[in-house]
């Protein structure tokens, strides 16, 4: 039987880069887990909006707003945050 060790799973070719992957790797899955979290809780406050839009006699999905949230994404990450926000907005509605 083989064993790995922490520089067979980080890829690192020392233990002290073993170490401070190790460590980074543990934060960006705390980040991770707090992204989700952030992500769960846009998608039900969106619920009460789309509710509340249809309860009013509007349409479920409000398109200026949408690329208001699309421009948002892209101006502050670049062109792969128009891909993250979209997304984000078909988790929170839906696919239209």
Known sequence: ???TTSL??????????A???TGAR???DALDDRIIGLVQERMAVSAVIQDSR???GG???????EMDVLGHYRDALGRP???LAMTLLELCR???
């Not at 349409?59 to 707003?65: C, D, G, T, Y």
Request: aromatic share 0%; hydrophobic share 35%; glycine share 8%.
């Open 81 to 83: 945050g128009t891909s």
């Open 19 to 21: 170490d401070v992957i």
């Open 94 to 96: 839906g696919r239209i």
């Open 26 to 28: 543990e934060r960006i």
């Open 59 to 65: 349409r479920r999905v409000n398109l200026s707003r």
């Open 8 to 17: 067979d799973v980080t890829g690192a070719r020392t233990s002290e880069a």
């Open 54 to 56: 249809i309860a009013s």
């Open 1 to 3: 039987m083989t064993s």
